[in-house]
């Protein structure tokens, strides 16, 4: 079965310092990858995407960016955070349209809460 | 711009009671999807509708794709507790082969 881990699970930065959250998935291969951001009690907030190793689409320009090393990891980060940047970051993978079909359907992490001071 | 909306924001009943939750959109999707997710923790998902006018049950939620394929919803019967959480729906984007968008979501709230 495939599982997705995210960490650190809560992070709290001061402005300007720099920012890594990963994410990896296990038992699956060639996933799509997202990062969201949930801001409380609210709809989520697409940042990135990634179909493969090196592939990334910003959906929102801002201040972070997002790296795909390798086909099961995918990295969040920033070199200098701004209060703005607080919320729950939810990394999700779906099985690859292209490859197999389906409706990109999203299986979340457990998400990153961070607050930036 | 391709959009999704939810109704009620925000929803307080009392455990027993039946709620009806709505997604509505101005587009056509191809599948419509719905996830709830519980403070703190990543969204789940729960179904997902492809056939326009298409029904789907798990245990005490309905969930119903509208005959054009633009709207959806989901009604839960004798509400729990345990059926607390966000409700989000999410659909195909028109703009990408690989990425959904989502609603807000609709915050419930079951209580004892």
């Known amino acids: 079965s495939q599982t997705i881990h995210q960490w650190p699970a809560t992070l709290v930065q001061p402005v300007g310092s720099p920012l890594s959250l990963e994410c990896t998935v296990e038992g699956t291969s060639n996933p799509n990858l997202y990062w969201y951001r949930q801001a409380a009690g609210r709809g989520l907030q697409l940042l990135f995407y990634s179909v493969g190793i090196g592939q990334i689409s910003s959906e929102v320009p801002q201040n972070l960016s997002a790296s795909r090393p390798q086909d099961r990891q995918f990295i969040l980060s920033s070199k200098k955070l701004l209060l703005s940047d607080s919320g729950f970051y939810l990394c999700a993978w779906s099985v690859s349209l292209r490859l197999a079909g389906g409706h990109n359907e999203q299986f979340f992490g457990p998400g990153t809460r961070l607050t930036v001071l | 711009t391709q959009l999704l909306e939810q109704s009620p924001q925000f929803l307080s009943i009392q455990e027993g009671e039946n709620l009806t939750v709505y997604c509505n959109s101005s587009?056509?999707?191809?599948?419509l999807q719905w996830y709830r997710q519980e403070p703190g923790e990543g969204p789940v998902l729960l179904v997902t509708?492809?056939?326009?006018?298409e029904v789907k049950k798990l245990k005490r939620l309905t969930f119903q794709f509208g005959d054009a394929r633009k709207d959806s919803s989901l009604h839960i019967t004798a509400a729990q507790p345990g059926d607390t959480g966000l409700y989000l729906c999410a659909g195909d984007s028109k703009t990408s082969y690989d990425k959904v968008i989502f609603g807000p979501g609709t915050s419930l709230s079951v209580i004892p």
């Open positions: 587009s056509v999707f191809s599948s």
């Open positions: 509708v492809v056939t326009g006018g």
